[in-house]
Structures are given as C-alpha cells and as structure tokens.
T-cell receptor
C-alpha cells in the first residue's frame, strides 16, 4: 500500500505570496492532519480534516487554511507569506476506526520564504 | 491541554551501548503515548505506542518503552544501539477522547547520535 504523499517536496516563495501544499493520504484513510515543524517551535498541529470537515484546529493565524476533498486528499494554503512561515509542513493520515489510531506521516514539504 | 517534555535535546552514545531517551508529559485528561523517529530529510515514523494494558511496550527496531502513570513518564530504551539509529526521536501524546481530538502534541525532540 502506498504511503502518504506530499507535493511539492520543496518550495521557495517570497514574502507576501501565497502557497498551496497538497497531501494524498493512504488509501482508505479518511482523516488528514497537518503539522508545521520549525527549529524554534518544533512540531505544531495546524488542523485536522475528516470527511471534508475540519474537526480540530491549532493556534495559527487565519492565513493558514485547508480543505479536504471527497477522495480524502487535502490541501493547505498559506496566504501573505511571512519569513517565519519557512518550515517543514508535514501531513499525516489515519484510519480513525478506533481511538488511538496511528497517524502515518508523509515526507513533508519544505517551504522557504525569502 | 497537554504538554510533553523531553529532557535531553542531544544524546551521544557509543555503538552497541544501551540508551534511554526520557519523556515526561502533563495532561488534564487521559492520553495515549507515542514515540516517533525522524531520519534526515524524512517524515516521522512510528516506533511504538501505548494505548492501554501492559505498561511495557515493544516497538520496531528493537526499541521499547515503559509507561509510568505515577511519574507521568514514557521513557524509550534500546539495549544495544547501531549506527542506523542516528536520528531525532519525538515523544507525543494524544487525547484519549479521540474522534476529533486525535491531534498529537509533541515534545521538542532528542537527537540521538551514535559514535562508532
């Protein structure tokens, strides 16, 4: 079974631009979560989608948004990029049949904002 | 709200020596506990998790962890490390209520370096 895939793997943008990142979950997984990883703040939860609905949201500004499609693929968007948005963005999918399900992570998209 | 503390940011260990990576957590609700490993330029891979039952959990690559409720700890151990274990290790918790509360709260990570 294919793992979680994220595209693109690397991105370079400039301040003020916007960016869209894509995540394809493991087949059959209906939950997709997004995390931001930076050297200063570590791994922080952005949001989680299940059946096209955002169920949980972390403490990030409204410039960070996401959505999930009917095939469970997810996108996240960051508008008006700031230098501090430079990070590794990780997507994780899970089956969500029982509580405590494992989240399977993709390789991430590394975003550099200049 | 939950928080996770990984007491050591870096741990150097000689090859074939044992290692323990420490993790303590704080939570107002019951939590599940996880250890993930991140190799350079890769995502996170689950090593093991504790949901319930036996407090000693065995994972992949020879790792194990012990849940200690009274000390709110979930330390990771391996009896003999290999060069290939060089990576960053993250302890994480999630809310047991689940179903919309599955977000992982991570510690700051421990960089394990194996010395030949």
């Amino acid at each position: 079974k294919a793992g979680v895939t994220q595209t693109p793997r690397y991105l370079i943008k400039t301040r003020g631009q916007q960016v869209t990142l894509s995540c394809s979950p493991i087949s059959g997984h209906r939950s997709v979560s997004w995390y931001q990883q930076t050297p200063g703040q570590g791994l922080q939860f952005l949001f989680e989608y299940f059946s096209e609905t955002q169920r949980n949201k972390g403490n990030f500004p409204g410039r960070f948004s996401g959505r999930q499609f009917s095939n469970s693929r997810s996108e996240m968007n960051v508008s008006t990029l700031e230098l501090g948005d430079s990070a590794l963005y990780l997507c994780a999918s899970s089956l969500v049949v029982n509580t405590g399900e494992t989240q399977y992570f993709g390789p991430g998209t590394r975003l550099l904002v200049l | 709200a939950q928080s996770v503390t990984q007491l050591d940011s870096q741990v150097p260990v000689f090859e074939e020596a044992p290692v323990e990576l420490r993790c303590n957590y704080s939570s107002s609700v019951s939590v599940y506990l996880f250890w993930y490993v991140q190799y350079p330029n890769q995502g996170l891979q689950l090593l093991l998790k504790y949901l319930s039952g036996s407090t000693l959990v065995k994972g992949i690559n020879g790792f194990e962890a012990e849940f200690n409720k009274s000390q709110t700890s979930f330390h990771l151990r391996k009896p003999s490390v290999h060069i290939s274990d060089t990576a960053e290790y993250f302890c994480a918790v999630s809310d047991q209520r689940g179903f919309g509360n599955e977000k992982l709260t991570f510690g700051t990570g421990t960089r394990l370096t194996i010395i030949p």
